[in-house]
């Protein structure tokens, strides 16, 4: 009978630090999620960033270019 009294308040007692082991897993959850989205955010400026330089170095070029083939005469192109 005594152990039949003491079964409740053992999952009394373990029910708690159950739900404390899920706040924790949670939180660590929770704590790498937040950061592979900065992880994932940061590798975004950066493409962002490279994206936004390669363009303008490509305009560069561009404008380059037109410029050479509107006055062709004055150049020797070589392809």
Do not use: G, W
Not at 51 to 75: G, M, P
């Amino acid at each position: 009978m005594a152990t039949n009294a003491c079964f409740p308040a053992v999952v009394m007692l373990r029910a708690p630090r159950t739900n404390l082991y899920s706040v924790i897993s949670l939180n660590v959850a929770d704590n790498a999620i937040n950061s592979t989205l900065q992880s994932v955010s940061a590798l975004d400026s950066t493409i962002s960033s490279v994206y936004e330089d390669y363009t303008q170095q490509l305009q560069y070029e561009q404008k380059a270019l037109s410029v050479i083939l509107s006055d062709s005469s004055q150049y020797h192109i070589t392809l």
